[in-house]
């Protein structure tokens, strides 16, 4: 089972950081092909931010993250994290943690219908 916790609070000024985590329960955090992190801002779709792939540890991220944030997993933990560096107000969503069983290839990564498994959401807000 996933679980979202959101480490260091949920609002945060315009520049700020934050991490929030994902931790999984009742099953090994390796077992997971991919996982990934998605938002969905107000009033529009859910869209794809970040995956790490078990195989290689490879990472991706939407283009609008580069540089600024950082997806990584603490096996011994069970616990995904995304650091999240230099926040600008447009990055304001609801963002959610998902695994997936398989290695997802490279162009299905962004797709919400290549994971099997979403976490709650935790809301992140950046003011300006």
């Known amino acids: 089972e996933f679980s979202c916790r959101r480490l260091g609070g949920g609002l945060v000024q315009a520049g700020g950081s934050l991490r929030p985590s994902c931790a999984t329960s009742?099953?090994?955090?390796?077992?997971?092909?991919?996982q990934g992190w998605f938002r969905q801002a107000p009033g529009k779709e859910r869209e794809f931010v970040a995956a790490?792939?078990?195989?290689?540890?490879?990472?991706y991220y939407r283009n609008s993250v580069k540089g600024r944030w950082t997806i990584s997993r603490d096996s011994a933990k069970n616990t995904l994290y995304l650091q999240m560096n230099s926040l600008k107000p447009e990055d304001t969503a609801v963002y959610y943690c998902?695994?997936?069983?398989?290695?997802?290839?490279?162009?299905?990564?962004?797709?919400?219908?290549?994971?099997?498994?979403w976490g709650q959401g935790t809301e992140v807000t950046v003011s300006s």
């Open positions: 790490i792939r078990r195989s290689g540890g490879s990472t």
């Open positions: 998902a695994a997936s069983d398989r290695s997802i290839i490279l162009t299905r990564i962004e797709a919400e219908d290549s994971y099997d498994y």
């Open positions: 009742g099953r090994t955090f390796g077992t997971y092909g991919s």
